[in-house]
């Protein structure tokens, strides 16, 4: 038994390296609005972490470019084939969404000017980044321990050395912060149960629950859904993804409920209760999915407007996808098969926020 832990615990040390070694090769033009000299500048040439961010970019694509760029405050954004990329996003799940066929390297066109403020929400550099950042991580904690205090009550320089380690892809710096927050690993017989000396113990002081006693555990998770031709034979022909309306953004908590002769839980079982519309189109699923979306969709309220999508917003792209049929699913550039276990996708292969960013092709049905 000693042994298959070793095992295990090895498995998913290699696994969180390569997800942080991860990284998506770019190629990022200049937009030819903003070129001031000729001949134009080549194009910039580098690699984007998975798990990182574009604004983090922009210095060393700045400093490629700075001989052509026109006098005048710096608005920096990104595209690809006319779509303004969401600044919040990390960079593999962009490339995973976006990318049916997978396109190496990924050709990027960056602007200077113009900043499509109507789409994207205002970015001030790495600052922002940082804050979208930290806000995600304490509403991963707050989902799976039902508070956010571990996050909170972290010292700044705990929170500039975690932030610092994410930026550099120091998974070793890491792990010395982040394990300091409790937050895993998901477990399936995480239910853990007060003793009754423990409960009475608990009553007769004004110490509060310790998080997790009595409750199932839950894995924070992003869904990112975008529809594809019903009669599409082979995804890479995919139509590309012109605007941010027809992908649906989705914050849904998965609660691990461990169940008698079961061995484990599947990815397609988690992504039947997580996207029941796109698996029956029965009553009966409809009315748990609007259960379900008010329960999960309700998280820390103070998340970040950029970060969330409204309950509401969510199932009106489902109603608009009726009777969908999932095409494939992608996590950290990896199309999984259904039936591997959920758990140890959710353990091995979240982001350093804590969530699991699951990219979904559904194909769907004119209506």
Not at 181 to 208: M, N, W, Y
Request: charged letters at 25%; one cysteine or more.
């Amino acid at each position: 038994m000693a042994a298959a832990h070793e095992e295990a615990a090895a498995w998913s040390e290699e696994a969180a390296r390569r997800v942080w070694g991860g990284a998506v090769p770019l190629q990022v033009h200049l937009h030819d609005a903003d070129v001031t000299a000729l001949p134009p500048p080549p194009p910039f040439l580098t690699l984007g972490p998975r798990i990182g961010y574009l604004p983090l970019l922009i210095p060393v694509i700045k400093a490629h470019f700075s001989n052509a760029l026109p006098p005048g405050v710096d608005t920096v954004w990104f595209e690809y084939k006319g779509l303004p990329l969401k600044w919040y996003v990390p960079i593999g799940v962009l490339f995973d969404l976006l990318c049916a066929d997978p396109e190496r390297p990924w050709n990027l066109i960056v602007h200077f000017r113009g900043y499509p403020s109507e789409i994207l929400s205002p970015c001030e550099g790495e600052d922002s980044v940082k804050w979208s950042y930290m806000n995600a991580l304490k509403e991963a904690t707050f989902i799976i321990t039902g508070n956010s205090k571990s996050v909170m009550n972290m010292s700044q320089a705990d929170q500039v050395a975690l932030w610092e380690s994410v930026m550099k892809g120091n998974l070793d710096g890491y792990k010395n912060i982040s394990t300091r927050l409790k937050l895993g690993p998901f477990e399936e017989d995480s239910l853990v149960r007060t003793t009754s000396t423990e409960r009475q113990r608990q009553q007769s002081s004004d110490e509060p629950e310790s998080p997790g006693f009595g409750k199932p555990c839950r894995v924070p998770v992003r869904l990112y859904v975008r529809g594809v031709q019903e009669d599409l034979e082979d995804i890479e022909d995919a139509m590309p993804v012109r605007d941010w309306e027809s992908v649906s953004y989705i914050n849904r908590p998965f609660e691990i409920r461990k169940v008698e002769g079961r061995s484990y839980i599947t990815l397609e079982h988690a992504l039947q209760t997580l996207l029941p519309e796109f698996f029956s189109s029965d009553t009966q699923n409809s009315e748990e999915l609007d259960s379900a979306a008010a329960d999960s969709d309700a998280t820390d309220p103070s998340r970040s407007s950029q970060e969330a999508e409204p309950a509401s917003a969510s199932l009106r792209a489902a109603d608009i996808m009726k009777k969908a049929k999932v095409k494939l699913v992608r996590v950290q550039g990896i199309e999984l098969d259904m039936d591997i276990p959920f758990l140890w996708v959710a353990n091995n292969l979240k982001n350093p926020e804590y969530y699991l960013h699951i990219c979904v092709y559904v194909s769907t049905r004119k209506q």
